[in-house]
C-alpha cells in the first residue's frame, strides 16, 4: 500500500527500431488498492487507442510513445519510450508478359493480359488501388491493378512497361519487362479472357 501505482510499458523496448505497420503496445500496472485502471495510449497528442495491450500503426520516424494508467480514485501513473520506425518498400514482380527467353510481341489494339504480384515487407501485399503500370517510364499509368488486360495503343518498336507498387508511407517498388509492338494487320487476333 506505500508503494506508489505505477504503469511500466513492456513492449516494444524504449529505443527499439521497429517495421512500419501494425505494432502491438503493451504495459504492466502495479496499483494495490486504487482498482483497475483505464490505459490510454498516444503518439506526442496523437490518440492510439485504449487498454493493454493496443495495436497502432506509427508513421516513419522517431517519436516518443506515452502509456497513462488513471485509476478511479484519480491516481494517475505514465511511463515514456522512444521508438524509430522504419518503412521499407513493397517488392513487386511482373509475371506476364515474361521477356526471359524472347521479347513478347502484340499490336497496337491488342488486349494485353498484364500480371503482377506485390508483398509489403512490413505486412501482406499492396492493393490494386497502390499498384500501376507505365510505358517507357511515363508518370501517368496505362493501367491499374494486379492483373488488368488492356491494349498499350503504343506507336510500333520497343517498349518498357514498369510495375509499380508503392505503401501508405510513399515507399515503391518497381519491376520491368520489355515488348515489342507491332503495327495493327488486317487480320487482327481475337481477344480472349478467362
Not at 517495421?19 to 506526442?44: M, Y
Not at 508483398?119 to 499498384?131: A, H, W
Request: net charge negative; charged share 10%; glycine share 10%.
Amino acid at each position: 500500500d506505500a508503494l506508489p501505482a505505477v504503469i511500466a510499458i513492456k513492449a516494444p523496448a524504449d529505443g527499439a527500431t521497429i517495421n512500419a505497420g501494425p505494432t502491438q503496445f503493451r504495459a504492466n500496472v502495479f496499483a494495490d488498492g486504487h482498482g483497475t485502471p483505464t490505459i490510454t495510449w498516444k503518439r506526442g497528442t496523437t490518440n492510439l487507442g485504449t487498454g493493454s495491450p493496443v495495436t497502432a500503426t506509427l508513421p516513419p520516424g522517431t517519436h516518443d510513445v506515452t502509456a497513462t494508467a488513471t485509476w478511479p480514485d484519480g491516481t494517475v501513473a505514465t511511463d515514456k519510450i522512444r521508438v524509430t520506425v522504419v518503412n521499407h518498400a513493397p517488392t513487386v514482380h511482373i509475371v506476364s508478359p515474361n521477356d526471359d527467353t524472347t521479347v513478347p510481341t502484340y499490336a497496337q489494339s491488342e488486349a494485353i493480359p498484364f500480371q503482377g504480384t506485390s508483398f509489403e515487407p512490413d505486412g501482406g501485399s499492396l492493393t490494386n488501388s497502390q499498384v500501376s503500370w507505365r510505358l517507357d517510364g511515363a508518370t501517368t499509368p496505362f493501367a491499374t491493378g494486379h492483373n488488368p488486360t488492356v491494349p498499350t495503343n503504343a506507336a510500333p518498336g520497343l517498349h518498357t512497361v514498369t510495375f509499380r507498387g508503392c505503401d501508405a508511407f510513399g515507399a515503391c517498388g518497381t519491376d520491368t519487362v520489355q515488348i515489342n509492338i507491332r503495327a495493327n494487320g488486317p487480320n487482327l487476333p481475337p481477344s480472349v479472357q478467362i
